[in-house]
């Protein structure tokens, strides 16, 4: 009996997920948090995030700001005690990452255009995929600014759609980091 009216119950939820009434959709937005210090962003252009940034971070689902420079080879840089950032100058911006004796572990050059763009006083980076299956296109971004105080923020998005076997699918999510500036 408990199991016909369990099947019953996917057959009128697959129905009304195929007929577009119920599409499975994913927000996870949070809001800037509110005990951090204020965003110093600037109306126009790119931020100055020229500085040294401990690698480790606050932020909800807490990552090593290594993390969002180079998202495919985290794990083998645990070493990595800080970032220094140089620029945006000249439409670059020069990121190295250091040990813990300020030893240059791994140097990257982001160039403005291919790797980065200034929106509304954010320096933004866009990775967009597209997975075969299921059928999903979307965008990961980490947007960076500095706040009042001079730490480093990094505000991630992810906005993603297709369709799963039939049924239309979406994500969406935004999470804050805060990186502070190594002494």
């Keep these: 009996m ?7 119950l996917f057959g009128v ?4 997920g195929l007929s577009g009434y119920i599409p499975p959709i994913y927000f996870d937005r949070e809001d800037y948090p509110s005990d ?4 110093g962003r600037v109306s126009e252009g790119c931020p100055q995030l020229s500085g040294d940034y401990r690698n480790a971070g606050e932020g909800r689902f807490a990552v090593p700001l290594a993390r969002h420079v180079l998202h495919e080879t985290a794990d083998p840089l645990k070493q990595v005690e800080q970032l220094r950032f140089d620029g945006p100058r000249v439409g670059q911006v020069r990121v190295e990452l250091l040990d813990g004796q300020g030893k240059v ?6 160039r403005e255009g291919p790797d980065y763009s200034c929106d509304e006083g954010w320096l933004v ?3 967009t995929y597209f997975w075969a299956t299921p059928v ?3 965008t990961d971004s980490q947007r960076f600014a500095r706040s009042q105080t001079g730490d480093l923020l990094v505000q991630t998005r992810t906005e993603a759609g297709g369709v799963f076997l039939v049924l239309p ?14 002494d």
């Design 13 to 16: 939820l697959l129905a009304a």
């Design 125 to 127: 980076r866009r990775q």
């Design 2 to 8: 408990i199991g016909s009216m369990v099947f019953r």
């Design 36 to 39: 951090w210090p204020p965003q």
């Design 169 to 182: 699918v979406y994500r969406g999510e935004r999470f804050w980091f805060r990186y502070q500036a190594a």
């Design 105 to 110: 572990l791994l140097e990257r050059h982001w």
């Design 136 to 138: 999903l296109s979307g």
